[in-house]
């Protein structure tokens, strides 16, 4: 039965053997671990793991066989490595086997493949982004009429004047409008880029402060925008694209809710959470880079909130969003191992808080 089962289950399972000096060999496989990365049984087996695992997930998974061994426990993370059937995305656990006299002898790990229901994931995410982007061309509309205005009407002003000093200063005029116009195209081709970008260490602070001059256009006249940014925030881990996407729906979420005026306020701080505070929110205790946005707008009932982050759920017109925005921020913060919490009441705003987890190198 048990050896049925190993042959027949959709989830990769190894067997490893650990060795002096902390090595460890594949003992065998099943063929779901051939299936998922191509790799064949001879490949494999008998085989070091840095002789199989790709160069760039090997030190985490080490590092991890190492964990379960000195703490006896089952360790599972999230890996992505390339193989011959392209990158894969796992879940990974591995649990350690010990011998009656408390030496380690063997790893039994299992992987199970998510890399369809990331890349689903991925085109949800890819398809609000151009939604988002949508909103934000029209909104830009008005920004680069400006742009145009201020070139072409200096370019007549360069024409015209005979003064060398009058002709530098409407020309330097041209070149200062381009400048903004190239940094707005520049900033709506990252935005809507489909490829994910590799995680780097970077700063919140910054990102938001980004995100926001790119929507300012976009926002209506009768509201007010305050900030308070600490750029002394540890960095955190993360695509800066999807960041500035997370940033994006909230801005818009709660200018919508603002139709009549009011204040939009952000903030990027950090946090310690301790054991308590950590629990509500499921992530670990530790340091966190958090943003706050809050409005004045209309705010939300208890009910509303039961449903926010549901994927098409919407209290809007029909026509208007297509209820996504909030669920794609919270799957984004979720595969950033974060959090996001709201807090509103009915004619009392809203207020979401997002914390992602401050990267510690090693």
């Known amino acids: 039965l048990l050896a049925h089962i ?20 594949f003992l065998s496989i099943n063929p779901a671990f051939v299936t998922a990365t191509g790799l064949t049984a001879e490949r494999v087996v008998g085989r070091l793991v840095q002789d199989v695992i790709p160069a760039q997930s090997l ?61 689903a994931q991925e085109r949800i995410f890819h398809a609000q982004r151009l939604e988002s982007l949508g909103t934000l061309v029209s909104g830009l509309a008005h920004d680069f009429n400006n742009i145009l205005m201020v070139v072409s009407g200096n370019a007549g002003l360069a024409q015209l004047h005979k003064d060398p000093a009058k002709q530098l200063e409407a020309l330097q005029q041209i070149e200062n409008a381009s400048a903004h116009g190239t940094a707005l195209i520049k900033q709506l081709l990252i935005f809507s880029r489909r490829q994910q970008a590799p995680r780097g260490v970077a700063a919140l602070a910054p990102l938001v402060e980004e995100t926001l001059a790119l929507a300012q256009a976009t926002l209506p006249k009768n509201i007010d925008v305050q900030t308070a940014f600490d750029h002394g925030v540890p960095a955190i881990l993360a695509d800066a694209t999807q960041v500035h996407q997370v940033v994006l729906n909230l ?74 925005g909030l669920a794609v921020v919270h799957g984004i913060v979720k595969s950033h191992h974060g959090a996001v919490t709201v807090r509103s009441a009915p004619g ?12 510690t190198s090693g």
């Open 251 to 324: 801005i818009t979420n709660a200018t919508q809710a603002m139709a009549q005026g009011g204040t939009l306020t952000l903030k990027v701080e950090g946090r310690t959470l301790d054991a308590g505070s950590a629990q509500p929110l499921n992530v670990p205790p530790g340091t966190y880079a958090k943003l706050t946005v809050r409005d004045t707008g209309t705010g939300m009932s208890d009910a509303t909130l039961q449903h926010i982050f549901d994927p098409f759920f919407t209290t809007k017109e029909p026509g208007v969003g297509t209820g996504l």
């Open 348 to 359: 009392q705003g809203s207020e979401f808080n997002v914390y992602f987890p401050a990267h």
């Open 6 to 25: 190993h042959d027949t289950v959709s989830d990769v399972i190894f067997y490893l053997a650990v060795e002096p000096g902390e090595q460890f060999r």
């Open 59 to 119: 030190d985490k998974v080490l590092s991890n066989y190492r964990k379960a061994i000195a703490q006896n426990r089952t360790v599972r993370w999230l890996e992505v490595s390339p193989y011959p059937t392209g990158t894969r995305h796992g879940e990974v656990s591995i649990s350690p086997i010990f011998s009656a006299d408390g030496v380690c002898t063997n790893l039994i790990g299992t992987v199970h493949d998510v890399t369809e229901q990331y890349q």
